[in-house]
């Protein structure tokens, strides 16, 4: 079963090493920023690595005399050469520091586009079982963390690289011995380094799903702040909050002390190195095996490999922090979508809409790694166990059959929680059967190409999304730069028009967020007339109408009957009103039809369409009554 497969495997979680490659791979779509970067910075490196030789020359030439004859230490030249070559570093610097900004972000950005397009391209069943606050957090903060991992790939790590080894193998040249010295203080440290790393990832890890249960707390607060108004839940919500705050600093002091305390003891350990070169090199001194400004040249050179333990002490560190990121957002990156595309174009669509004895039941387990209110994220599951019925209630659809005439206008109807949504969603594919199958003019759904099908299905959701932009791009939201002739034409279908006039600019309004708001009836009536800029084969109203009053209720199925005759139209209401010239009820009960048939052939029968509708029934030409079912 596809969603069962996406959801169990989704939650497998990437090795560290192979989460920080899969972030890597995106430094490939700048390749000539990376190369300038790099090649800017070994250049840098060069220069840093030849001032201790220009200094150990000065040691060696001031602490002689010159024999006779022999010109004295061409301090002058020296002295301006180290300035020019310091000088040059900085220039050098100057063009390094936008370019790897600009690399940065750049890869930044193809980052959080990728993000962006898998969560477009995830199933209904991911997105149902993904909290909102989780994926925010991935798609933002933990993309933000990635920052650092970026400018360590294109400086710390080159830097650390190519300066341990260049300055090992002229410590080497300079004096094996003296090598000898530095390897027996640096080997030590990069052990003990290693070792205290390795238990700082999954440290890491609990500070990021700690870090996501709060934003989710936050998301879910500003999503439901009339809810928490109106319940009077404002403390409980800050105290909640509160918890999951503490509970996230407490895991970011400890794993940030945790390794803040170590690196001193590192570079402690490093700097042992330098008295231990200082006893043996003073010896050689002495004894007249080694030459002053030699030694000098080697303790210039420790000096510079101590700052970069502590860098690789930084490296270490946002490296844990970053894979952990990485992993967290590689898990949605290399979600699979388990909604193969079919090959099938549709060209030209019926509308004849076939159920074959089709079940569906909904997956209740997370798509992501989450935290649960214990603070304990929960473990993946057995990749071969089946989320689609792990403790799922029962079918949403129990082997549903029938067949919707091309062209024909159907109601569903029956109590709340039958599986009318659940069907309506089945139609533009918006989950696959568990068992079964759904034919549109005769062709399996999974056998049509995903963009022709939903192309040829418009949908009005039970619940309504206006996006904060202009009430026009809102309803050409599937026909983006269609005239605004059209978009009245359909605001007048849809009944919408004169309250959009109304308003201070018109159809360039915003709506949505940051706009003015509309009223649950406006928002409605906005939806039904994006639905029907679409001109669908199909068109799918989900209760579309609820929150409008009867009278313009009775004009917009006016309208409907007008615009869409000879297209199929399937509708839910629990208004008799709305469905009553329907040429087909289904009436849906525990994921199964029970009856179906048209208006006057149900209310005949004793059964639950005349059940449902009985407060209805004696008002049936005018009823603006809803079941109480
Ligand atoms: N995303 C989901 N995850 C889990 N269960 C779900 C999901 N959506 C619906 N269900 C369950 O599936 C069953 C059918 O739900 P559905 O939304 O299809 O009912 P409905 O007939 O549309 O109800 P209503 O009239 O209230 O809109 C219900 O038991 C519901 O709890
Ligand atoms: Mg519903």
């Known amino acids: 079963m596809p969603s069962a497969h996406s959801t169990a495997e989704s939650r497998a979680r990437p090795g560290a090493i192979r989460a920080l490659w899969g972030i890597v791979r995106f430094l490939r779509f700048h390749p000539w920023c ?11 490196i060069g220069i840093e690595l030849s001032l201790p030789q220009l200094l150990g020359r000065t040691v060696t030439g001031l602490s002689r005399a010159p024999a006779p004859g022999e010109p004295a230490f061409p301090l002058r030249q020296t002295v301006v050469l180290f300035l020019a070559l310091v000088t040059l570093r900085t220039c050098v610097g100057m063009v390094l520091g936008p370019l790897r900004n600009v690399t940065a972000q750049r890869t930044l950005g193809k980052i959080r586009g990728a993000v962006y397009d898998a969560l477009q391209r995830q199933t209904f069943t991911w997105h149902d079982n993904a909290r909102t606050g989780e994926l925010i957090s991935r798609a933002s903060t933990d993309v933000g963390r990635l920052q650092e991992f970026i400018f360590v790939c294109l400086l710390f790590s080159v830097d650390v690289v190519a300066g341990l080894l260049g300055t090992l193998v002229l410590i080497f040249w300079i004096s094996p011995l003296l090598g000898l010295m530095t390897l027996a203080a640096l080997v030590p440290t990069v052990v003990a380094m290693g070792w205290f790393a390795a238990k700082l990832q999954p440290r890491w890890r609990r500070v990021h799903e700690r870090h996501s249960a709060m934003s989710t707390v936050i998301q879910e607060n500003i999503a439901g702040v009339r809810v928490v108004r109106a319940f009077a839940r404002e403390s409980a919500e800050v105290a ?21 305390a170590r690196v001193p003891f590192a570079q402690f350990l490093f700097g042992l190195g330098v008295p231990l070169v200082l006893a043996v090199g003073g010896s050689a001194v002495i004894r007249g095996q080694l030459v002053l400004g030699d030694l000098a040249k080697v303790v210039f050179y420790l000096l510079g490999l101590g700052g970069r333990i502590g860098v690789i002490g930084q490296v270490t560190n ?17 979600a699979p979508v388990a909604l193969p595309d079919g090959t099938r174009s549709l060209p030209s669509v019926a509308g004849e809409i076939r159920f074959e004895n089709v079940t569906f039941r909904h997956a209740i387990t997370p798509s992501l790694r989450v935290e649960t209110d214990a603070g304990e994220a929960v473990p993946p599951p057995d990749s071969h166990s089946n989320p689609c019925v792990v403790g799922a209630a029962g079918p949403a659809l129990d082997s549903v059959s029938f067949v919707i005439p091309a062209g024909a206008r159907v109601a569903l109807v029956g109590a709340t929680g039958s599986g009318k949504s659940t069907l309506l969603a089945m139609i533009p594919r918006f989950y696959d059967p568990v ?32 996006f904060s932009a202009s009430i026009a791009d809102n309803i050409s939201l599937g026909r983006p730069g269609v005239s605004r002739d059209d978009v009245i034409r359909v605001a007048r279908a849809a009944e919408a028009h004169e309250f959009i006039a109304e308003l201070g600019e018109g159809y360039d309004t915003v709506v949505g967020e940051r706009g003015i708001s509309l009223s649950g009836g406006q928002r409605q009536r906005i939806a039904i007339a994006r639905a029907l800029l679409m001109d669908p084969a199909i068109l799918l109203l989900d209760d579309a109408t609820s929150a409008i009053d009867s009278a313009t209720e009775r004009r917009i199925r006016q309208s409907l009957a007008d615009l869409r005759r000879g297209k199929t139209t399937v509708m839910v209401s629990h208004r008799i009103s709305a469905i009553r010239d329907s040429d087909l009820i289904l009436v849906m009960k525990e994921g199964r ?15 639950v369409y005349r059940e449902l509708f009985q407060t209805q029934l004696p008002d049936a030409t005018g009823g603006d009554v809803t079941t109480t079912a």
């Not at 909640?240 to 803040?260: G, P, Q, S």
């Not at 009856?595 to 052939?601: D, F, N, R, S, V």
């Open 240 to 260: 909640k909050f509160r918890i999951k705050r503490d509970v996230f600093l407490k895991e970011l002091f400890a794993t940030v002390n945790e390794w803040a």
């Open 34 to 44: 990376v190369a300038g970067s790099i090649g800017l910075l070994l250049f840098n």
């Open 318 to 334: 946002i490296l844990q922090n970053a894979s952990s990121s990485a992993q967290r957002i590689l898990e949605i990156l290399d």
């Open 593 to 607: 039809w029970v009856e179906q048939g048209t208006h006057e052939e149900l209310t005949r029968k004793n059964g």
């Open 435 to 466: 068992a079964g199958c759904v034919r549109l003019d005769g062709i399996d759904l999974r056998d049509c190409r995903l963009a022709d099908l939903r192309a040829s299905v418009g949908i009005v959701f039970q619940e309504t999304f206006l």
